[in-house]
């Protein structure tokens, strides 16, 4: 029994061919949509890619680009076919095609639906790359005078005060480097040789963060150094007194950035997925309707139209059974190949005519 059987008299046939399309062109403008978000994903990674580790980050705007483009070619083609299908005659040229179109429309569909789902997935990915990233970056704030991380200080710099952010996961990141440069360190003073002495591996390591680190909203001016030392500062406790510098981690304000973004567009792209499947529903419609005018033979006749020729569990079965006899078709042909008499038969050659020596007669 066909599922979701619908009744067409000649009228709604034209009228389904003519709205599909008019609907697979807006898919195209879909098509457009989705590229454009990949796009704009791929530049705000590209923003920041010196403070994110190299993997599979990319993988998302990389496949909203692809089903973009995909989107407009299957979508351009689809138009064509709807406008042809309300003509009988011009139907005829697409009959064998149409059922493949949307075998290979649906998996397209499928893939988008892949895409949204990426969108919310990648978080984990995301975090790693930025949690690696950060802490080279970090590592090398101070090396402006190195070729390869010079840019590094201003990247960082920039960041914590786009973002109001400080260090990797905090501010105490900084308490764990040595982020000043040995070319601005007075190796005369005894309290640099004594740091430098104290630390197992010479580095230069303060209770202090970069001044890009400073909450200008605090009416307090910046605390930058000695942060953990009460005694260095007038009337200030660091265990109970809010610091006047960000306490949120890049990667935590990086990643909530992310996030939003990611979200809004795995929304749009969902959305989008809603409305090819409804498109494509239309389209099997307006084949199955069409394809039994043409059995009918009368093109003013009624016919209908459905999603399926038989039930789910039905067409389960027969698309199995074909995959299944498919695995048999291809081992039965191995077998005959090897069994063949006429396959690799070893011929001796005996000369020029062939004939054994054994079977020449000789005279008496």
Same mark, same amino acid.
């Given at each position: ?15 389904? @061919?003519?709205?599909?399309? =008019? ?37 998302? +705007? ?7 483009? =995909? @989107?407009?070619?299957? #979508? ?39 895409? @949204? ?29 190195? +070729? ?31 982020? =000043? ?28 963060? +970069? ?69 494509? =529903? ?9 394809? #039994? ?69 000789? @005279?008496?």
């Amino acid at each position: 029994m066909a599922v979701l059987k619908v009744k067409f008299t000649k009228t709604k046939r034209d009228k389904l @061919a003519q709205i599909l399309w =008019i609907l697979n062109w807006v898919s195209v403008a879909t098509g457009v949509i989705l590229f454009s978000l990949g796009l704009f994903l791929k530049i705000e990674i590209k923003k920041r890619s010196e403070v994110m580790a190299k993997g599979e980050i990319n993988s998302v +705007p990389n496949m909203l680009i692809s089903v973009g483009v =995909i @989107a407009c070619i299957i #979508n351009f083609l689809g138009g064509k076919i709807c406008y042809d299908c309300s003509d009988t005659t011009k139907f005829s040229r697409w009959r064998l095609v149409m059922l493949p179109y949307i075998v290979c429309t649906f998996c397209f569909t499928f893939c988008i639906l892949v895409g @949204a789902l990426m969108c919310y997935t990648m978080r984990n990915e995301l975090e790693e790359s930025l949690y690696l990233g950060l802490r080279d970056a970090i590592k090398f704030y101070k090396d402006t005078d190195i +070729p390869g991380r010079c840019f590094l200080k201003k990247t960082i710099d920039l960041l914590q005060i786009g973002f109001q952010c400080c260090g990797n996961n905090g501010f105490r990141d900084w308490f764990e480097i040595q982020w =000043i440069s040995v070319r601005y360190l007075n190796m005369a003073s005894k309290e640099v040789l004594d740091r430098l002495k104290s630390n197992v591996d010479g580095k230069f390591l303060v209770d202090g963060v +970069p001044f890009s680190c400073c909450n200008p909203n605090s009416p307090r001016p910046c605390i930058q150094y000695h942060l953990t030392n009460n005694t260095a500062h007038y009337n200030y406790d660091f265990l109970m007194e809010e610091l006047n510098i960000w306490m949120k981690g890049c990667r935590q304000a990086l990643l909530d950035y992310y996030t939003d973004i990611m979200r809004s567009i795995g929304l749009t792209v969902f959305i989008i997925w809603l409305f090819e499947i409804s498109v494509l =529903i239309g389209v099997r419609y307006l084949q199955t309707a069409m394809k #039994n005018v043409l059995l009918l033979g009368d093109p003013e006749c009624e016919s209908d139209g459905w999603l399926l020729e038989n039930s789910f569990v039905e067409t389960a079965k027969y698309n199995f059974s074909i995959i299944k006899n498919l695995g048999k078709a291809s081992q039965i042909s191995t077998v005959s190949e090897m069994n063949d008499p006429n396959m690799d038969v070893q011929t001796a050659n005996y000369g020029p005519d062939n004939v054994p020596s054994k079977s020449i007669p000789t @005279a008496s």
